[in-house]
């Protein structure tokens, strides 16, 4: 299997988040792809690719202009107006404010294209996540190509990301960049399987009233577990794509055999669409270590992983999303990845 790897990632290095109100170390951080890249090159996955430039244009067919625009040169901007390190959004349009005027105050356009206060905006943000996207559309020219898998390594990640707005630490949906563009070379039916811990709420709103991209998560329940307003279970679609959008939240605590009856659920969705391409949000903060997550999958469930992805028998594009144990991380993402390639 070979790997797109976006080493401009590490330009965007934030040193603290918000996380629950409280302002902490961050955990989304360069590391995270550093520990990964080593645990596949120990192993000799396959060859590490740089990524192919493509243009803006395929991350326009998924988000906004203006909002591509505003990331761009955000950090610029609030670095001219006197801010200092990370910029953080401080107040934001919620219901009965509008949000179709593009205000002229930079605090108030940073509440409008953000979801949270725990994604810092850094210097390298920008820059970073652009390439991410071209990373993820390399890893699908690898399948348009004909290899039967291929696998992204990028941060930071991107399905929270919805057209117009970032969070949870995402500001390009890689993997929507990736299935649009799927779409545009011909495919008439791709699938997005998300297994982060985390419901991708950006992912599922991209595509909820469309029936040619079907988007199916596992992830903790809402109730509970961010991004707490999206990722319930009778959120099945809308319009064209009512019975497209499938969602299996579990409670917190959730251990192998719930996450993975759960995982044949979503499966099982998946086979009756018959795809022609399956996406997989890679998200690992599944872990039982995880220090923000709070599922319990142990590491040899990982490779199970992989082995029961393959099993599904279509070709399999893997991005990178979660997983913040960040020393564990590598060895989980490479379970999956040889689990699937041997398979």
């Known amino acids: 299997m070979q790997t797109v790897y976006n080493a401009e990632h590490a330009v965007h290095a934030a040193t603290h988040e918000f996380f629950r109100g409280r302002l902490v170390p961050a955990f989304e951080t360069p590391a995270r792809a550093d520990y990964i890249l080593g645990a596949v090159q120990k192993v000799g996955l396959g060859d590490v690719l740089a990524p192919v430039d493509h243009g803006r244009a395929p991350l326009e067919r998924v988000h906004s202009a203006r909002y591509l625009r505003f990331i761009e040169g955000a950090h610029a901007e609030w670095l001219a107006l006197g801010g200092e390190g990370e910029a953080f959004p ?63 390594l990028t941060r930071p990640p991107g399905h929270h990301a919805g057209a117009d707005f970032f969070g949870g630490y995402c500001f390009v949906n890689n993997a929507s960049v990736a299935a649009q563009a799927a779409r545009d070379a011909g495919l008439a039916r791709v699938a997005i399987l998300d297994v982060d811990y985390h419901h991708g ?17 596992v992830h903790g329940d809402p109730q509970t577990e961010y991004p707490f307003f999206l990722g319930h279970a009778d959120e099945t679609g809308a319009g064209k794509g009512v019975g497209f959008n499938a969602n299996f939240p579990l409670p917190a605590g959730s251990a192998n055999d719930d996450w993975f009856a759960a995982l044949e659920q979503a499966l099982a969705k998946l086979t009756a669409y018959r795809p022609e391409l ?49 020393e564990a991380i590598g060895r989980n993402v490479v379970a999956v990845l040889t689990g699937f390639e041997g398979a």
Do not use: C
């Not at 996540?129 to 291929?150: F, R």
């Not at 872990?287 to 923000?292: A, N, R």
């Open 201 to 217: 709420n950006g992912t599922q709103a991209i595509f909820y009233d469309r029936a040619d991209v079907f988007f199916a998560s």
């Open 90 to 152: 401080a107040v934001w349009p919620v219901r009965s404010l509008r949000s179709d005027v593009e205000p002229l105050s930079f605090a108030a356009r940073m509440g409008l294209y953000s979801m949270d206060s725990g994604t810092p905006l850094t210097a390298g943000s920008w820059a970073a996540a652009y390439a991410g996207a071209q990373a993820s559309l390399t890893g699908l020219d690898l399948m348009l190509a004909g290899q039967g898998s291929a696998y992204v």
């Open 278 to 326: 399956l996406i997989v949000s890679l998200g690992v903060d599944t872990y039982g270590g995880d220090p923000i997550s709070h599922f319990k999958l142990d590491e040899p469930e990982f490779r199970r992983m992989g082995r029961r992805l393959a099993a599904f028998g279509v070709p399999t594009l893997f991005i990178q999303e979660g997983g913040y144990a960040t």
